[in-house]
C-alpha cells in the first residue's frame, strides 16, 4: 500500500507519474478510508489521520483533474482502474464532509455526467466480458449523488444493462446490477419522466405502444426481480422485496407482469421455493406481499386460476407459523409479516370481478375472526392491524361479534378506536347491545374501556335499549377510565343517560363539558377545588367563554375560586368576559368572611393576582390590567380594613396599581382603596412597601391622582432608615410639585433621620429649593403627628377630592396648602384619608 503523505495527491498528479501507478495510489487512498484499523496505543499522527486532512483539504482542491480523468478514462478501453476509483470516489464523497462531494459536482461530477460515463464503460465492459469493471461501472452509478438532473431515456438504458448484468452470473456483478435496479426505482419516485421510461421497459408496460427492446422475459427488469423474490439467499430476498415495494408505483399493476406470474413462474417457481424456506424457518411472507402489490388481480384471481389456489395454502402455511411463534416463544413479527402478506392478497382480490373470489376474501376474513378473537388480538403491534384487515374482509355478523367480543382480551393499547368503529357500524343493534354487554364483564383496564366506549357510542346513534345503556354508563363512570370520551358522549346525549353518568360523582371537567353542550344543571354538586382545578387545565385548550359559562354556574364557595377570570386573563393575556371585575371581589370578600369570621383567606387573593403578573412571561394589556384593579379595590373595601394580612394585600395592591399606571391603563378606586388602608394603619412596614411599590411611577401618579400622593404622604411617620429610603423619590417629585410641597415638607419632618448622612441627597436638595422658594412660611412641627383613623364617609364618597371634578380638585389641594394657619401647625393634626375626612378637618 502507498505511504500516504501530506502532498500525497499533489505527488500523484504530477505529469511524469504514469497512469496505471496514478490510479493505483488514488485506490491505496481512497481504500484507506474505508478501513477500520487505527493504532489506538500512540497519539502520534496515523495514517489514517493523514487520509482523513488528504480527503478533506488536499483532495478537493485537485477535483477537476481527476474528475476530467476519471470520466475521460471510462470511455478508453483501458476502463476498469478509472471505473474502480470513481467507485470509491464516489462512496468516500457520500461519507465525508459536504466540502469533497460539492467540490466534486463543481469538477463536473455531477448525476448526469457519471451516469453517461458509467453507462457506457459498462457497455463497453459486458461486450468484452470484462465483469470487474462492470461492477466498478454499475456500483459507481448506483453510489451517485441522488439529486441533479439526469435524462429520463437513461432509465431504459440502466434497466437493459443492469438485466444483461445479471445473466453473467458473477456473484459481485448481480449485487452491482441489483443496486442499479434499487437506483432507478428510487429515482422513478420523484422524477414522473423518468418512471415512464422505467414502466416502458418493463414487463408490466409491455403494452404502454412502445417496441420492446428485450428479446425474452428475461430482460425485463420487473421480471428480473421478480424471479428473485424467493432468492435462497436472505439479503437478495429482502432487497428484492424492498425494491419491488418501491416499484410499485411505478409498475401499476400492469396486466403482463401478472400474465407472466400466472403462467409458470409463481405457480412452479417461486411457491415452491418459498414452501422450502418455510420449513427452513425463513420468512417468505414480506416477499409475497411486495410481489402482488405490483400485480393486477384479474390473471391471479379470476376463474380457476392455479396461481391463487397455490398461493392460498401458502398463506395458510404463513398463518400458522406466526401462530405457533406467537404462541410458543411470543414472537408476534411473524404474525404482523403475514397480516402485510394477507393484506396484499385482499387488495388484489377486491380488484376482482368474480364472485367467487370476493366471496372467499369474505371467507378469509371470517376464518382469521376466530384466531384473532383468541390469540391475535393479544399480540403486541399486531393485534391492531390484523383488527383493520378482518374489519374490512368480513361482512357475517358472527365473525364481528367474536371480534368485539374479543377486545376485552387485548393486553395492550395496538386496539385502534377507527378499527372498532368500523366493526360496529357494519353490526346490528342486537349485536351491538351484546357485545357492549360482553365488554363489560371482560375487566377494568384502559384498553377494554377504550373498545366499550366505541361501542357505546355506536349503541347510542343506532338507538339501542337507553336502559342498558344507562347501566353500561353508570359502570364505566365507576371505573374513572376514559372520562373524556364518556362525558363527550353522555353531555351530548343529555336526559337519562347524563343523570346516570352524574349520580356516579362529577368534576370540574365534566361541569366544562356539559358547558360545551349548554346543560349545567348539576353546578352545585362539582366540588369547587375541583372546577378550580379543571379550569386551571383547560384554560389552554378551551374556549374562554365556555369556561366562564362553567365558572358562573358554579355557586363558588371557595374563595379561590372567585379569582380564576382574573388570574387566568393575566395569565392568556384575554380582555374577555372582565365587565364584573368589581362584583367579583365583593363576592369573593363576602365568601372569605363567610367561611372565617374574617376575610384572610380573600385578601391573600390579591397576593395570588401579583404573583401571576410576576410570573408571567408577556406583555399584560391595560384593559386586563385595569379589570384586576377594579377587583381587588372592591376585594379590599369590601374586606374590612381590619382583617388580618390587609398589610401584605394593601402593599401587593400598591404594585398592581403601578403596573397599571405604567401603561397608562384605568385603575379605578384601587388608589383610594389603598389611602384608605393606611389611614387605618399605623404600621411603618405597610409604608414603606407601599412607597417602594409606587416609586417607579411617582411623576405619573401626581399627574393622575393627586390625592393619593396626598395620602401617602400624610402616611408617612416613623423615623426608619429603610422608610427613609424608600420614601426619597416620592419626596424629591412631590417637594418639585406646588399641589402637594407643603404635605411632602410635614412628611419630611416627621421622618428626617437626625443624621444628616442618613439624609437622601435628592431629597434634601429638594427641600432646600422649596425653602429657598419660599414654601416654608411658618416654622414646622418636629414632634410626630398623631395617628387617628377617621370615620369613614358615606360609601358614596369615595376620597375627599375624587368626589368633584377635576379643576375643583386641583384648587381644593392648593387652597388647602396655601391657608393653613401657624395655629393649625401647632395643633397635633389628624391625618387626612380618602373617605372625606380631610376636608372635615380642615373645617375644623
Known amino acids: 500500500m502507498a505511504t500516504v503523505t501530506p502532498s500525497a495527491v499533489a505527488k500523484l498528479w504530477r505529469k511524469d507519474v504514469p497512469r496505471e501507478a496514478r ?9 484507506e478510508d474505508a478501513s477500520d484499523q487505527r493504532d489506538s496505543l500512540t497519539v502520534k499522527t496515523t495514517p489514517r489521520d493523514c487520509t482523513t486532512k488528504e480527503l478533506d483539504e488536499a483532495l478537493p482542491d485537485y477535483a477537476p483533474p481527476i474528475v476530467g480523468a476519471l470520466l475521460g478514462d471510462l470511455r478508453t478501453s483501458e476502463n476498469r482502474a478509472a471505473a474502480e476509483c470513481l467507485s470509491l470516489l464516489v462512496r468516500v464523497a457520500g461519507r465525508r464532509p459536504s466540502k469533497l462531494a460539492a467540490s466534486l459536482v463543481e469538477a463536473g461530477l455531477t448525476r448526469q455526467a457519471l451516469s453517461r460515463a458509467a453507462l457506457d464503460a459498462a457497455r463497453t465492459s459486458l461486450q468484452s466480458n470484462e465483469l470487474a469493471a462492470a461492477s466498478a461501472a454499475l456500483e459507481a452509478y448506483a453510489c451517485g449523488p441522488s439529486k441533479g438532473p439526469e435524462p429520463a431515456e437513461y432509465a431504459a438504458r440502466w434497466c437493459v444493462v443492469a438485466c444483461a448484468a445479471l445473466k453473467k452470473n458473477d456473484s459481485r456483478l448481480e449485487t452491482a446490477a441489483l443496486s442499479v435496479l434499487d437506483a432507478v426505482v428510487r429515482r422513478s419516485t420523484i422524477d414522473p419522466a423518468y418512471a415512464s421510461c422505467a414502466f416502458k421497459s418493463s414487463k408490466a408496460g409491455e403494452r404502454s405502444g412502445q417496441s420492446p427492446t428485450q428479446v425474452d422475459d428475461d430482460g425485463y427488469w420487473d421480471c428480473a426481480l421478480a424471479s428473485r423474490c424467493a432468492d435462497p439467499r436472505p439479503y437478495v430476498a429482502r432487497a428484492v422485496a424492498a425494491s419491488l415495494r418501491r416499484a410499485a408505483s411505478t409498475l401499476r399493476r400492469g396486466r403482463p407482469l401478472s400474465d407472466w406470474l400466472a403462467q409458470r413462474t409463481l405457480t412452479e417457481v417461486l411457491i415452491p421455493a418459498w414452501k422450502d424456506q418455510l420449513r427452513n424457518g425463513s420468512d417468505v411472507c414480506d416477499s409475497i406481499g411486495a410481489l402482488l402489490d405490483c400485480c393486477h388481480p384479474s390473471p391471479l384471481f379470476n376463474g380457476d386460476a392455479k396461481a391463487a389456489k397455490a398461493l392460498v395454502p401458502l398463506l395458510s402455511e404463513c398463518r400458522n407459523k406466526a401462530t405457533n411463534a406467537l404462541t410458543t416463544d411470543k414472537d408476534s413479527t411473524p404474525l ?35 384466531p384473532y378473537a383468541s390469540t391475535y388480538v393479544k399480540a403486541a403491534q399486531s393485534g391492531s392491524y390484523g383488527l383493520e384487515l378482518i374489519t374490512a374482509a368480513s361482512d357475517e355478523p358472527r365473525a364481528l361479534e367474536r371480534v368485539l367480543k374479543s377486545l376485552g382480551k387485548a393486553f395492550s393499547d395496538d386496539v385502534d378506536e377507527d378499527n372498532v368503529s368500523a366493526l360496529c357500524e357494519r353490526a346490528p343493534a342486537p349485536l351491538l347491545a351484546r357485545s357492549l354487554a360482553k365488554l363489560l364483564r371482560r375487566g377494568e383496564e384502559a384498553y377494554v374501556v377504550k373498545a366499550t366506549i366505541v361501542v357505546l357510542e355506536h349503541c347510542l346513534q343506532k338507538h339501542c335499549d337507553r336502559h ?21 358522549l353522555v353531555c351530548s346525549a343529555g336526559g337519562d343517560i347524563l343523570g346516570a353518568y352524574i349520580d356516579e360523582g362529577v368534576d370540574g371537567f365534566d361541569l366544562i363539558a356539559a358547558a360545551k353542550a349548554g346543560d349545567v344543571s348539576f353546578a352545585a354538586r362539582v366540588d369547587a377545588a375541583s372546577l378550580s382545578n379543571a379550569l386551571a387545565r383547560a384554560e389552554a385548550t378551551e374556549d374562554r367563554d365556555t369556561l366562564l359559562l362553567a365558572w358562573r354556574a358554579h355557586p363558588k364557595d371557595d374563595a379561590r375560586l372567585w379569582a380564576w377570570p382574573i388570574l387566568s386573563a393575566i395569565d392568556q393575556n384575554q380582555t374577555t368576559g372582565l365587565d364584573e371585575a368589581e362584583k367579583w371581589g365583593r363576592n369573593l370578600a363576602k365568601v372569605g368572611r363567610r367561611k372565617s369570621g374574617d376575610s384572610v383567606e380573600a385578601v391573600g387573593v390579591v397576593t395570588q393576582v401579583r404573583e401571576v403578573l410576576e410570573d408571567t412571561t408577556q406583555d399584560v394589556r391595560a384593559e386586563t390590567l385595569g379589570a384586576a384593579c377594579c377587583f381587588c379595590a372592591a376585594l379590599l373595601d369590601a374586606s374590612g380594613y381590619d382583617a388580618h394580612g390587609l398589610s401584605r394585600a394593601v402593599a401587593d395592591a400598591a404594585y398592581i396599581l403601578t403596573r397599571t399606571v405604567s401603561v397608562d391603563g384605568k385603575f379605578g378606586d384601587l388608589a383610594a382603596s389603598i389611602g384608605v388602608a393606611l389611614a387605618r394603619n399605623d404600621s411603618v412596614d405597610l409604608c414603606t412597601d407601599v412607597c417602594k411599590a409606587i416609586a417607579p411611577c411617582v411623576q405619573k401618579l401626581l399627574e393622575r391622582d393627586i390625592a393619593f400622593i396626598g395620602n401617602v404622604l400624610d402616611a408617612l411617620d416613623g423615623k426608619a432608615d429603610r422608610l427613609t429610603e424608600v420614601a426619597a423619590p416620592l419626596l424629591a417629585a412631590a417637594f418639585a410639585d406646588d399641589r402637594v410641597s407643603r404635605r411632602a415638607d410635614d412628611a419630611w419632618s416627621r421622618i428626617k433621620p437626625d443624621d444628616p448622612s442618613k439624609q437622601p441627597a435628592d431629597v434634601r436638595v429638594a427641600c432646600g429649593a422649596f425653602v429657598r422658594k419660599g414654601g416654608r412660611q411658618q416654622p414646622l412641627t418636629l414632634g410626630k403627628r398623631s395617628v387617628e383613623a377617621p370615620t369613614p364617609a358615606p360609601k358614596k364618597l369615595k376620597t375627599p377630592i375624587s368626589g368633584v371634578s377635576g379643576d375643583a380638585r386641583l384648587s381644593y389641594a392648593l387652597a388647602e396648602v396655601g391657608t393653613q394657619s401657624s395655629q393649625e401647625l401647632s395643633q397635633a393634626p389628624r391625618r387626612a384619608n380618602v373617605k372625606g375626612d380631610y376636608a372635615i378637618a380642615n373645617s375644623q
Open 336 to 370: 404482523k409479516q403475514f397480516f402485510i402478506a394477507w393484506d396484499a392478497v385482499f387488495r388484489c382480490l377486491r380488484g376482482v370481478d368474480d364472485e367467487r373470489w370476493c366471496r372467499a376474501a369474505r371467507q378469509h376474513g371470517k376464518m382469521l375472526a376466530r
Open 23 to 31: 490510479y493505483a495510489g488514488l485506490r491505496d487512498l481512497l481504500e
Open 468 to 488: 342498558g345503556i344507562c347501566d353500561a354508563v353508570r359502570k364505566l363512570a365507576r371505573r374513572r377510565i376514559g372520562r373524556d370520551k364518556l362525558r363527550k
